[in-house]
């Protein structure tokens, strides 16, 4: 399996953990290092979606980890479908907050695009990403059409922490400070008012996003 856009490794452990066979693609240096400090034994290559340093049909899958998004698929499709042997599975996976739970629809309320955004609840997901493997270029198809999957799971959560996560967001470093403070604070208050999450650590309700194809 190739993990690609692996960053620090996360997904790259869980599939090794699996008894896959890995190789990890990642075009940051920092994050290179700090897989490869867990991982001594896993392949770890400087590389992007769109110039992948493997052989033609040399992996059985390609598997990215909330980085899809970021792949100019122009480019990028073709050299997945490149890599991939044929039959082999492309599978983007997106971690998104479950909004059908009623206070996570709240808290996306009063937290605005910029904190919760496009790709993090599950409606918003599949929209976004329906047909993300599409090359933009007018070649021919390489992969069968879509499927896309929800898994539920939950996180361990303390509102600071929630906070703190939210805070790392694009949207949110983006903005001008006193905006993004005012946003911060607007998040803190709605936390602290609902019984869900005001006392200590809570479960932040969760969902997988998985979008499937397969070469042809």
Do not use: C, Y
Not at 6 to 32: C, F, N, Q, R, Y
Not at 43 to 57: M, N, Y
Not at 72 to 82: F, K, L, Q, S, Y
């Amino acid at each position: 399996m190739l993990d690609l856009g692996a960053g620090t490794g996360k997904l790259t452990a869980t599939l090794v953990a699996l008894g896959a066979e890995v190789i990890a693609v990642e075009p940051d240096s920092a994050m290179l290092t700090e897989l490869r400090r867990p991982l001594p034994g896993v392949r770890a290559l400087s590389g992007s979606a769109e110039a992948i340093p493997l052989p033609d049909s040399s992996v059985d899958a390609v598997l990215t980890g909330n980085a899809m998004h970021w792949f100019d698929m122009a480019v990028a499709g073709p050299e997945i479908a490149r890599v991939l042997a044929p039959g082999g599975i492309l599978a983007g996976l997106w971690n998104v907050m479950d909004d059908g739970v009623e206070w996570v629809s709240g808290l996306a309320r009063v937290s605005g695009s910029a904190a919760i955004g496009p790709r993090d609840t599950p409606a918003s997901w599949r929209a976004a990403t329906a047909d993300m493997h599409l090359p933009k270029n007018g070649v021919p198809a390489r992969f069968d059409s879509p499927a896309q999957a929800e898994f539920p799971h939950g996180q361990r959560r303390t509102a600071d922490s929630l906070v703190a996560t939210l805070a790392t967001r694009a949207g949110l470093l983006g903005m001008p400070e006193q905006e993004r403070e005012a946003t911060l604070g607007r998040i803190r208050a709605f936390l602290a008012s609902r019984p869900e999450t005001a006392r200590g650590e809570f479960t932040l309700p969760m969902r997988t996003g998985v979008l499937r194809v397969r070469r042809l």
